[in-house]
T-cell receptor, first 113, second 114 residues
Framework: DTEVTQTPKHLVMGMTNKKSLKCEQH?????MYWYKQKAKKPPELMFV???????INESVPSRFSPECPNSSLLNLHLHALQPEDSALYLC????????????FGSGTRLTVV | LAKTTQPISMDSYEGQEVNITCSHN???????ITWYQQFPSQGPRFIIQ???TKVTNEVASLFIPADRKSSTLSLPRVSLSDTAVYYC???????????????FGRGTQLTVWP
């Protein structure tokens, strides 16, 4: 299995909702990442997990809460989002932090209404 | 962290060779150069990675001069399906706060015409 699987593919949520994005990989990669991408812009780094521990938080607002329950799974919990948080959320994995041959998922298209 | 500069857009025709150049003047000794391709509403896809001289795989070649301050992604005989955004990234194992921080620049929108 050489893929990163993200679910759901599309999500519409209200500003008072709580939802979660899920990312899964079975390549034995020990580093996992969340990126956010707005239309016509490059992906922006949000979080980095290394061996299931959060190693980088790029000053992301607390309404985004990452979680890495095990080495194959990465979640992004969403709460009280704003319309400007609407974007494509991308998950990626790599062999380890510092190895930049990332495998990206297809992303979750999030719309906050 | 090394900053990269690429052309914002390029046009080509089917069957031609396309060369996209990336400047990275402050590349560090242990940095690698990695290129990704992204189609609309999809995640970036790894194309090729290199450290110096030339690297070739089944889809592209990467040329890196001796001073490593630039690199060129070469796509042979492009087709319509190569229309995408191409990102050049520079990063290495790093140490301390730089480790794991891989940042995307603005990328190059390649449009292939029939």
């Amino acid at each position: 299995d050489t893929e990163v699987t993200q679910t759901p593919k599309h999500l519409v949520m209200g500003m008072t909702n709580k939802k979660s994005l899920k990312c899964e990989q079975h390549m034995g990669h020990r580093a996992m990442y969340w990126y956010k991408q707005k239309a016509k812009k490059p992906p922006e780094l949000m979080f980095v997990y290394s061996y299931e521990k959060l190693s980088i938080n790029e000053s992301v607002p607390s309404r985004f809460s990452p979680e890495c329950p095990n080495s194959s799974l990465l979640n992004l919990h969403l709460h009280a989002l704003q319309p400007e948080d609407s974007a494509l959320y991308l998950c990626a994995s790599s062999q380890a932090v510092g190895f930049y041959g990332y495998t990206f998922g297809s992303g979750t298209r999030l719309t906050v209404v | 962290l090394a900053k990269t500069t690429q052309p914002i857009s390029m046009d080509s025709y089917e069957g031609q060779e396309v060369n996209i150049t990336c400047s990275h003047n402050n590349i560090a000794t242990n940095d690698y150069i990695t290129w990704y391709q992204q189609f609309p509403s999809q995640g970036p896809r790894f194309i090729i990675q290199g450290y110096k001289t030339k690297v070739t795989n089944e889809v592209a070649s990467l040329f890196i001069p001796a001073d490593r301050k630039s690199s060129t992604l070469s796509l042979p005989r492009v087709s319509l399906s190569d229309t995408a955004v191409y990102y050049c990234l520079v990063g290495g194992p790093g140490r301390g706060s730089t480790l794991g921080r891989l940042y995307f620049g603005r990328g190059t929108q390649l449009t292939v015409w029939p």
